[in-house]
């Protein structure tokens, strides 16, 4: 056994190895407590039904002690830690912490052997190597990485996994000698293995250099918690609740009268995937073909907002942002594009406007629409939701949600545990992804707003939350008809959209989705192949239905290319054949 093998077998094993094979992230402690959790609301509030009943006083003695020794404790925990931006559950924070741990135990081992030209030095590591009283130190501090690991609440393909190879490549880069198994990073199994030494040195410099080792606080100290490229306003008398509008300044350039533009982002990110970096935004890319933009920020729902349902998000703030940017372009032709669930939500509000126009006797005013990965079918076939919709049937407690996040908002945290799901292995893949690419330098610093975007999701409005799961996701009710809105029109209000008023109104869609896109599958995003001016899919031209489908994932936006290619055809459908 080489010397690679043997000071890493001192690990034995932990659950970072993955013998089992799972090919996602187990958090095994969290689901295991989480449910008995669960199981403890559900009782106590079965007890609280029973107190109204005759003869049954040993019911609220019950409901009383499990709310004061275990529910009061458990809900305020989790309100808490939300507000906070923490994650409520115990299990994965704990998780969290060992992460970073094991991310500053790392950076501070990597440090040993970085001379002061901020090189990886193999001097410093042969002298380890051949010098006992060196080499035993280095050794136990590698194994001191083993009592993280079998701290460790979580399995399969973790976090922590992907921080643990990069272990293997600084113990390979100490030693000169490569492990048994494949290569963390290894591009072929034929590379050589210098070639690979040194492109392993080199990565393991630049994350020293920027201790970058745990992203998030990487991605924090980098952006300062500032994201965006474009400069913006805050538009006077636009603020309604926790929401904004914001306008951007074309910096001294004439926006085209015609080219204003209303963006709409989802309520569970921070609104700035529209703007994430310099190259990376559909914001910059825009104002410099000469649009005037205007975006809706949803802010983060505190106590007083928690409460608003989503009629509110979708219809109200929609109709005075749209009133505000008319007073401030008047005549002037306006067009709307959502991201994800904000495009979701952007199309009944249209098809409202639609029959609210059509029922005053008046000419549609917002004619086109561009739609970023927006599902609007929920099923368990045909749009490819399925395996989510099981997740939310099998976990999803709406009256869990709702006793335990009422006034605080559901954290991104809960969430993005079910998106997990639904991605296999997403939280290695992605932190391996980065560690890759570490290589290059400009490569750790480019991607640090995308993964401050990443890890700092804003919460979700509990009502507004709750309406979403049941009656959109769950219910289906774009496509069934059955999603209601309110309405100035006294003979729609409260009644269900009419999706079919786009078409009438000569409303055209735009549907930019991707093959890989686990969130919003090609089968959910079918907007423009069910209501618009053309049935038809794929490129229609002119004022008709255009449906872009390539083969990229959710957050295409980060490509430079993909990003290229969207403006091109988003411009192209809004001003052009």
């Known amino acids: 056994m080489n ?7 001192s690990l034995v094993y932990s659950p970072v190895d993955n013998l089992e094979g799972y090919d996602t992230h187990l958090p095994m402690m969290s689901r295991l407590v989480g449910g008995h959790v669960r199981s403890v609301f559900q009782y106590k509030n079965i007890l609280g039904t029973l107190t109204s009943l005759p003869g049954t006083p040993w019911a609220g003695w019950a409901h009383n002690a499990l709310e004061t020794a275990f529910t009061r404790p458990i809900r305020t925990h989790a309100q808490v830690a939300a507000m906070q931006g923490d994650n409520p559950d115990t299990f994965v924070y704990s998780d969290e912490l060992l992460e970073r741990l094991y991310a500053s135990m790392l950076h501070d081992l990597t440090g040993e052997f970085i001379d002061k030209t901020g090189h990886f030095s193999q001097q410093k590591a042969q002298e380890v190597m051949v010098t006992s009283t060196l080499r035993r130190p280095f050794t136990q501090r590698v194994e001191n990485f083993r009592y993280i690991e079998l701290a460790y609440g979580s399995y399969g393909l973790s976090p922590l996994k992907a921080l643990r190879e990069l272990l293997t490549t600084l113990v390979m880069a100490v030693t000169e000698e490569r492990i048994a198994g494949p290569l ?14 040194s492109a ?3 990565r393991l410099e630049n994350l020293f ?5 745990y992203i998030k606080d990487f991605s ?37 009268p015609d080219k204003v533009l209303y963006l709409a982002s989802p309520l569970i990110n921070k609104p700035d995937i529209f703007d994430l970096a310099k190259g990376k935004s559909v914001v910059e890319a825009l104002a410099e073909r000469g649009y005037l933009i205007y975006l809706n920020d949803p802010g983060e729902p505190g106590e007083k907002a928690d409460e608003l349902d989503l009629d509110f998000y979708g219809k109200t703030v929609h109709d005075h942002n749209i009133a505000l940017i008319q007073k401030e372009n008047p005549g002037r032709k306006i067009c709307v594009m959502g991201y994800c669930m904000g495009g979701t939500l952007l199309l009944p509000w249209l098809g409202r406007r639609a029959e609210e126009k059509e029922a005053n006797g008046e000419a549609m005013d917002i004619v086109k629409i561009a ?5 609007v079918r929920f099923d368990d076939a045909l749009s490819g939701q399925g395996p989510m919709r099981q997740v ?11 006793e335990m996040y009422q006034g605080v908002g559901v954290p991104p945290q809960i969430i993005d545990a079910g998106m997990n799901d639904i991605q296999p292995g997403v939280r290695y893949f992605v932190r391996r992804g980065f560690y890759q690419r570490a290589g290059k330098a400009e490569e750790i610093l480019e991607a640090a707003p995308f993964f401050y975007w990443l890890t700092h999701g804003t919460r979700f409005g509990t009502r507004s939350h709750l309406t979403w799961i049941g009656d959109l996701f769950m219910g289906s ?24 008023a786009l078409s009438r109104m000569g409303v055209a869609l735009f549907d930019y989705r991707g093959k890989r896109d686990p969130i919003s599958p090609p089968g959910a995003c079918v907007a423009s192949e069910l209501w618009g001016t053309e049935e038809r899919r794929t490129e229609t031209r002119g004022g008709l239905n255009r449906t872009i489908e390539k083969n990229a994932g959710h957050i295409f936006v980060v490509s430079r290319r993909l990003l290229s290619e969207f403006i091109e055809s988003v411009d192209a459908f809004f001003h052009g054949g």
Do not use: W
């Not at 010397?3 to 077998?9: A, G, V, Y």
């Not at 008398?237 to 951007?248: K, N, T």
């Not at 739609?371 to 599902?375: H, I, T, Y």
């Open 3 to 9: 010397r690679s093998d043997k000071i890493l077998r």
């Open 184 to 197: 963390p990073y290894a591009e072929s199994d034929t590379l050589d293995f210098e070639t690979y030494l």
């Open 200 to 202: 392993a040195r080199k």
């Open 209 to 213: 250099s920027q201790n970058a080792f």
């Open 220 to 256: 924090e100290r980098v952006t300062g918690g500032i994201m965006g490229v474009t400069p913006y306003g805050v538009v006077p008398g636009s603020r309604l609740g926790p929401c904004s509008l914001r306008r951007y300044t074309l910096a001294g350039r004439q926006a085209h």
């Open 371 to 375: 739609l970023m990965a927006s599902p």
């Open 392 to 402: 939310v049937r099998n976990d999803y407690d709406p009256a869990l949600i709702a």
């Open 477 to 500: 009710g774009l496509e069934k008809g059955t999603y209601a809105l309110p309405s100035s029109v006294p003979a729609l209000d409260g009644k269900p959209v009419s999706m079919t």
